[in-house]
């Protein structure tokens, strides 16, 4: 399992980045995807999932309405599209297969940082 993620960069409040995570080494359309973040500091916290054929999708509270997880399973490719970033969202972004352990599970990607701040 090989997970990359990219997109990151710096941002001023209020500005948009798409984060995009290529996925290999194992069946992509049959997983449900993961995108996490971890700030300094803090734990990492699940931001955003979605099912395998894209159909049912969640958001933590803090990121309802502002940020967008999609697939494209013909790319083996998860994205967060984020807008109306605010400098709490600053961290590192990282994507994740939903592989149970006895499938041999899924290991983290590098991640991609993420800064808001003017």
């Known amino acids: 399992v090989q997970l990359v993620e990219s997109g990151g960069g710096l941002v001023q409040p209020g500005g948009s980045l798409r984060l995009s995570c290529v996925a290999s080494?194992?069946?992509?359309?049959?997983?449900?995807m993961r995108w996490y973040r971890q700030a300094p500091g803090k734990e990492r916290e699940l931001v955003a999932d979605?099912?395998?054929?894209?159909?049912?999708?969640n958001y933590a509270d803090s990121v309802k309405g502002r940020f967008t997880i999609s697939r494209d399973n013909a790319k083996d490719t998860v994205y967060l599209q984020m807008n109306s970033l605010k400098p709490d969202d600053t961290a590192v972004y990282y994507c994740?297969?939903?592989?149970?352990?006895?499938?041999?599970?899924?290991?983290w990607g590098q991640g991609t940082q993420v800064t808001v701040s003017s």
């Open positions: 994740k297969a939903n592989i149970p352990a006895y499938l041999g599970g899924s290991s």
């Open positions: 080494g194992f069946i992509f359309r049959h997983y449900v």
């Open positions: 979605i099912t395998s054929d894209g159909r049912a999708i």
